[in-house]
C-alpha cells in the first residue's frame, strides 16, 4: 500500500520507496499497538492504523518529514534562538513541547508508552497547526523566521527522539 504511494513520487528511487514504505507500514504497526493502553482490548483496525490522517504512525511521520523539508529548504538551524510568540499557534506549539517531560515521567513510571504516544499527536496537530497558520519560509522579518525555523526544528527533534523510544524512525521523504 505504502510502495505506491511512495513511488507516486517522481524524485525516488524504487529501493528508496521500498525502504520508505517498510519504514511507514512499521511506524503504522507498532504506534497502532502502543497507542492503545496495555491493560485494555483493542480492536486491530489495519485500516484505521495505516491512515496518513488522525492518531497514527504515518500521521506522526508525515510531520516529521513535512519538518524536515522545511528545514531543508531553510539551510542550517541548529544554532538559532527560539523567539517569543507573535501568534497563538506559535505559544500552543510552545506549551505542547513543554509537556514532554511529564509525558516520558508519566509512561516510565507506569509502563504506559500510550503516553508517549498520546503526547506525540498532540505535538505534532500543534506543529502541523502552526504550518498552517504561519509563513514559515516566506516571512519576511529575518528574526521571526529564524525563530519560527528553530522552534520547529525543536520540535522534529522530540517528535524524532519519541519515535525512537516507541521504536521506529522517520524516513527523509515521504
Known sequence: MYRKVVESRQDISEEEARKTAKIIGL??????????QASKDYIFDIDRFTSFEGDTGPYILYTIVRIKSILSRFGPWRHLEI???VSEAQKNLM???????PALEGAYRTSSPNLICSYIYELAGTVNAFYHETRILTEPDSALQKGYIALI???????EQCVDLLGFQAPEKM
Open 95 to 101: 506549551l505542547s513541547i513543554t509537556k514532554l517531560a
Open 83 to 85: 523567539q517569543a510568540p
Open 153 to 159: 526544528g525543536l520540535a522534529k527533534d522530540i517528535l
Open 27 to 36: 511506524s503504522a504497526l507498532k504506534y497502532g499497538d502502543l497507542s492503545n
